[in-house]
């Protein structure tokens, strides 16, 4: 039985196995449980739904009767960039890294069963390395061959520095591996380069080189080639479910399909079918899938549901939020819609021109007329702004 | 007083100073006793005249009543070259570095105060710094530096593999800087990457660089670019006199003035007036002086007196090896030059036909007529291969 049956349906969210799918194939022969290793970058505490994709491979590693090896990379968070210039490594406390890997566990395990896991920090050894045996590291490689890292050679090739600590944070992810020996590792195309190191160091060790099982990417919802929480484009597993729908809702047309593909399992047939009808449709069944994942088919089907509600001409949402303003000032819709929805002056002036400002169902046509407000009453900007306009206290 | 008029004329054998002149002058100008820097390479334990250049400069700073730093580098070659591709850095016991080390203290004897100096093993502190303290090294330079070494350059260029622990190499040797507070570093000028990186990691730890000086490296006596005793084109401090004189005439002519200026003390006015005239009396001038400054004037003279008697016509040298011959065996003159001397058979032809070859003064002009031998002539080729032909027991 190839890997590929043995994924089934998951095997899709697998962009490459190196060196070659056989070798896959046969460590899966073996009947042995496998080793497969997949590290973690603690400077993150949120999981989102790109970072799922090899954790849900390597649950299935585990399902067949796999060891799961997670390594919480504390070692490269406890000592940071020395050269201060890489701002998404900075240096954390023991404490901040202990809470950090507390947060990712808690919420992979959603996703992986965690206490079947083996769970190791790679401080453990990586701290012990004596200044010998990292010379001996060192010594397997050459500058040459880091150089062909994709992004080492464009900031060569730019004139961005390469600090040399970054030389020899490859060699220590790629040293992780000797240390549990790993059988498989798992990761994103922007690990192929460290992971192929795994295997090199291996083989200096004197024992087989891992397989490597590499996922595409999952672009953000901004359709930018990397999701993540800081970038405010990422989905995370502990967004709650409205948000995530909202979201989901939000992702490029472009990438509708590239999202059901990695990130829902509907399947691969009714996937093709809605990509050919109106995308609309097809984006707000996706998103229905992202949450149904997560929470629930129950969930997906209400969030579905309460988004289209929205949609529909004159039906309110079921959550208008409260707008607190001085009823007794003069307004104008532009002063309305600027105050309510925190929007530009020339931003607010637009929408009214626009038409898509209405105060209780009427419209605001004039932007500078003078509006009396009661309070109590809806504002309404385009689709989707909504406000209930309260008395100040 | 500036640095120059401190060392009169040992200021000669100074290639740069780096910053600036003006940095050794500051530093000369604080009156403290300045820590004055001198690494030693442990895979060779011939110390040449070439070795001797740095060593003659530190012995200034040790007059002048500064610390000369002697430090062991014992860790690189307890290490060695994990890639295994350096032969010259071959991995040495702990008993041979120490053999090895006392080789070096005892030879440099005769041109430092070795008691008066600071002796360090840069195992000392190498062996001891953690993985956190090697990648805060290795923050402080970036790739683009490493390769602007010209050796390293040249080598990235033509695809000859640089391993990653040079580097590491190159980083350790400025760690030995900061370790040793060192206020200057001696070396040639195969050494002024290193002794610039060690600037840049004293800085990094908060202390004031080190002032530089570097000085010119000599030729082998074949005029090669690299004196060393592997490739027997060197003179070594332990050379005995009589070799010494002999080796030192074989310096290429354009050379002589280069020896003169490093390896003598002869006065510049002098040097010049010789090299305007016959070279060959400015080339055993230079060998005599060399003898003479390591084993005495009285040496030098005696050494050049017998080397001229071998020139003068018809006299011998006095110690002419003996070479056995089976005299009853039918010699040629090609064939008794080629035994004699270990000579191939053209070359002792054509040393033949050049009329080079006498036995017992007599010219043996036909190469393949037979020569009659008894035992105890003389058989000279050229002017200066002497062997006393002697019958084999």
Chains 1, 2 share one sequence.
Not at 55 to 75: K, N, S
Not at 118 to 128: M, P, T, Y
Not at 229 to 247: E, W
Request: include cysteine; glycine fraction near 8%.
């Amino acid at each position: 039985m190839s890997w590929r049956e043995m994924f089934g349906p998951r095997a899709r969210t697998v962009e490459t196995v190196f060196p070659a799918e056989k070798d896959l194939d046969r460590l899966l022969g073996t009947k042995r449980p496998l080793r497969v290793k997949f590290g973690i970058d603690l400077t993150s505490t949120s999981v989102t739904i790109g970072n799922e994709i090899p954790l849900r491979i390597l649950a299935r590693f585990q399902e067949l009767g796999h060891t799961a090896v997670l390594i919480l990379g504390d070692f490269t968070t406890l000592v940071g960039d020395p050269s201060g210039r890489d701002k998404t490594r900075p240096v954390l406390s023991p404490e901040q890294v202990e809470a950090n890997g507390a947060t990712w566990l808690g919420q992979i395990g959603k996703v992986l069963d965690v206490k079947r896991a083996e769970v190791r920090r790679n401080s453990e050894w990586l701290a012990k390395l004596t200044p010998a045996e990292m010379v001996r590291l060192a010594g397997q490689l050459t500058v040459a061959q880091m150089l062909e890292r994709e992004s080492f050679a464009k900031r060569y090739a730019e004139g961005t520095p390469i600090h040399l600590h970054e030389f020899l944070y490859c060699l220590f992810q790629g040293y992780d591996s000797v240390a549990v020996r790993s059988d498989v590792e798992l990761g994103g195309t922007d690990q192929t380069f460290n992971l192929n190191i795994g295997r090199v160091i291996q083989k200096h060790a004197g024992m087989a080189s891992q397989a490597c099982v590499i996922n595409p990417l999952l672009e953000g919802i901004d359709g930018s080639a990397k999701m993540s929480k800081s970038l405010g484009n990422a989905i995370g597993l502990d967004t709650p479910p409205k948000d995530m729908f909202g979201l989901a809702t939000r992702v490029p047309d472009a990438l509708v399909g590239k999202y059901f593909r990695l990130a829902t399992d509907v399947a691969d047939a009714e996937i093709e079918r809605l990509l050919k009808g109106d995308v609309w449709t097809a984006k707000k069944t996706m998103a229905e899938a992202i949450v149904a994942r997560h929470y629930g088919a129950e969930a997906g089907r209400a969030e579905r549901e309460a988004f289209e509600r929205v949609f529909r001409e004159g039906e309110l949402p079921e959550d208008i939020p409260d707008c607190p303003i001085d009823v007794a000032a003069a307004w104008s819709a532009t002063t309305l819609v600027r105050t309510a929805f925190g929007v530009s002056g020339a931003e607010a002036r637009r929408l009214v021109e626009q038409g898509a400002v209405t105060l209780e169902g009427a419209r605001l046509a004039d932007p500078l007329a003078e509006v009396k407000v009661k309070g109590g009453e809806v504002l309404r900007a385009g689709k989707r702004k909504f406000a209930r306009l309260v008395p100040k206290r």
